[in-house]
């Protein structure tokens, strides 16, 4: 049986349980969030006039927005929103970022399936995108692929496969006809289409099912051999017999787990900016009175931070840690504003220019393994002190409650309906509460 | 300045001549007649029930059909028909199906221009999709992508940016929200989603300028550096340098020019075919007089050709070369009906299976110049006698206009508006031919 097939038989026989159901909820938490505050940004609005006009009518929700439209645009905007702050989840072994490519589609496919049902779809297709980022190795996202869709179109369509009662057969096909729709390269961070990636992911997982529903097949072979999606994406570190083994035992979203953004900075960045934090809270050294910063990754560790310490936006800036740093020293906290579409401060480009990056060539190159992940962060100071912070994980949000209730003022009744929902009208409720909402 | 921004330099410039507009006339005979035969099958019909439901509104034609609808699902209903027989035109440089992308995106994109800019239009896309394939190298292809929707994706938002008549920045951003969602795996061949890959590319490329024209930038420079599109999907052929000089001196639609195919297969057949049916001319051997066949081709040359001696229906044979020289054994010809999804015979599988390919280690290995491309044929006859025939190049068709009147069941009025047609008034009246047509 092919490799293909052998995961879609797991995929179907997937019954996620409570612990993993749990997790599922906080990310729905924190995707609403983030979807919820990106919903009102420029980049929101302009990708919105590009696909508003050529919409089909439905009545699938576009979150912040009183739009009404079919499935496939509600996915696409749905998910541009839910990553256009890039705050929203994190997940190592798929090197990106699920949520906001896996709810969007979902919420769309959606056909009257309970609460509970849609977050263990999320479960099922969480997995997948994990398992695929696995088999695919480091090489993958390092040469250059944004994993957030090359994985994602892939993921999300398990999950509405998984969600519609698909037997196993029909979803080899929806993972065959997702995984060629996997494009996205990471030459976009810093820049306003990087959550087109996440919103081309979503609609393509969807498109996928929508596809096999009206008889079209495809390969059900495409992840398998020499010139499948795993061996021809996954370069010189593809790793098939990850894909399988362990499955769900536990859940990749129970281990490694989510992580939920602090910061509205890329994930690269974060053990850094809790060094600098931490040493701002403990020694408080005046941004004037640090002369030079060093930051130390592991070899590969600042892949995705492909813009330099003079980025001209707090958006481009989301992916110089030259930036974050400057900023923390600057403001002694990272606030949601350092990221948004304000050119830079000659102040801190100032500052940016005296942090310098290096490789630790002694370190394990940065994985998909979590554990390869570190950063230090050692500052020079104008006195000849020199401090210094080592962080080896990205610490997160445990909950992301709060964030949520930042993002909608306060909404105690939709964050409620969030924690306890569970059957289909509930669900139901989620959606008109999202419609009525003053978000 | 970046090469990105070169490339939209050399783009902009593009003035195409009388040689390049007469060879775009004939490419789009081929396309039409591709697109019209190719909407009367099952598989088209299915895609159709797949996309029409959430369309949204619009006045743009889907060739076959009633339906008018928004520009990009006619965009992908437009490719899927052109693709949907395999029948349509290739090139070298690219390694792929230009027609079926490019003419698809136009249509979908124009408001108002001549029928003489559109075709230039498609001489413009045509040369970024030739340069594009050129600069990835044979790699690209080897390793599994299908060059028609990776390359195809960027060349399509080419060919509508020049359309449009945007200037060299925003055909940048164009070329890089195109090139960024460039995906699509020969694993597919031989499935009814191959013509799905190019209705990605075609779909890209619109929505591509569609963003651009919404505001939405991206990188501006996306086809550069060592994580850019063309080192990342280029792997180890990648040769960016051979990107711009020569650039439209000739244009590549005259050299190495467009193929119209003969006959309903993957074109890594032709070459064979051309020689197996030259025997039956000169000898006319019985297909039960046959015990062995061998076909040789350089190294690489069957990269495409991933169904075996043992295809089910004739649409998975289009990829088997053992089948094809079978086929063309019993038939003595090769029909568009020998390509369709009726299930192989016996007699056909019978003498697929004494069918062996082999390469010639001694040639060069088969790339992007299609001096490298050929096949020999060598029949064995069971009264031990050997035929033997080779073949340098792909014959295809000079002027595709019978191949167009059997698709359309001789419509000669629309023939000759495709042969002389000049202004604005000429291409409505196209349209309104192709809408009122027994198509």
């Not at 995961?7 to 729905?28: D, K, N, Q, V």
């Not at 905007?77 to 890039?86: E, Q, R, T």
């Not at 996997?182 to 498109?207: D, I």
């Not at 070899?299 to 481009?316: M, N």
Request: hydrophobic share 45%.
């Amino acid at each position: 049986m092919s490799l293909t097939l052998q995961l879609a038989e797991h995929i179907a026989a997937s019954r996620p349980g409570a612990g993993a159901l749990a997790a599922a909820r906080l990310a729905l938490t924190d995707y609403l969030a983030c979807a919820i505050a990106g919903s009102r940004g420029s980049d929101f609005q302009r990708f919105k006039a590009a696909f508003l006009p050529g919409a089909g009518k439905g009545q699938t929700l576009v979150i912040g927005s009183a739009a009404r439209v079919d499935p496939t645009t509600a996915a696409l905007l749905n998910a541009y929103s839910g990553h256009a702050l890039d705050y929203d989840d994190v997940h190592a072994s798929m090197r990106g970022h699920p949520g906001t490519v896996l709810f969007p589609a979902l919420l769309a496919a959606r056909r009257g399936e309970s609460a509970a049902r849609v977050l263990e779809a999320f479960v099922v297709g969480l997995e997948v995108a994990g398992r695929l980022g696995l088999s695919l190795g480091p090489s993958h996202y390092e040469r250059g692929f944004h994993a957030t869709s090359t994985v994602g179109s892939g993921a999300a369509a398990a999950a509405v496969a998984w969600l519609r009662g698909l037997p196993p057969q029909d979803i080899a096909k929806a993972l065959s006809l997702g995984a060629t729709q996997g494009a996205g390269l990471r030459g976009q961070f810093g820049t306003e289409v990087k959550p087109f990636h996440a919103a081309m992911a979503a609609r393509a997982g969807l498109e996928a099912v929508v596809m096999v529903e009206a008889g079209l097949s495809g390969s059900e072979s495409l992840l398998d051999g020499p010139t499948g999606f795993i061996a021809l994406m996954g370069f010189d570190s593809a790793a098939p017999e990850k894909l399988l083994p362990g499955w769900g035992a536990p859940w990749q979203i129970e281990a490694p787990g989510l992580i939920f953004k602090e910061f509205a900075c890329c994930t690269a960045t974060h053990c850094a900016a809790q060094a600098m934090l931490h040493l701002i809270a403990q020694h408080d050294p005046a941004a004037d009175e640090v002369a030079a910063v060093t930051v130390t990754f592991p070899p590969g560790g600042d892949a995705a931070l492909i813009t330099g310490p003079a980025p001209e936006t707090g958006v481009e800036g989301r992916f110089s840690v030259e930036y974050v740093l400057a900023r923390a020293l600057l403001d002694r906290r990272l606030s949601v504003a350092a990221f948004d579409e304000t050119p830079v401060s000659a102040a801190a480009l100032a500052l940016a220019a005296r942090v310098r990056r290096r490789w630790d060539q002694t370190a394990p190159r940065q994985s998909n393994d979590p554990k390869t992940r570190f950063a230090e962060v050692a500052l020079t100071l104008t006195d000849g002190r020199c401090l210094k912070r080592r962080e080896t994980a990205v610490r997160g949000l445990s909950d992301p409650s709060e964030k949520f209730l930042d993002a909608t003022g306060q909404n105690h009744t939709l964050l409620a309906q969030i924690r306890s929902m569970q059957s289909v009208a509930d669900f139901d409720r989620l959606l008109s509460l999202l419609a009525s909402a003053e978000l």
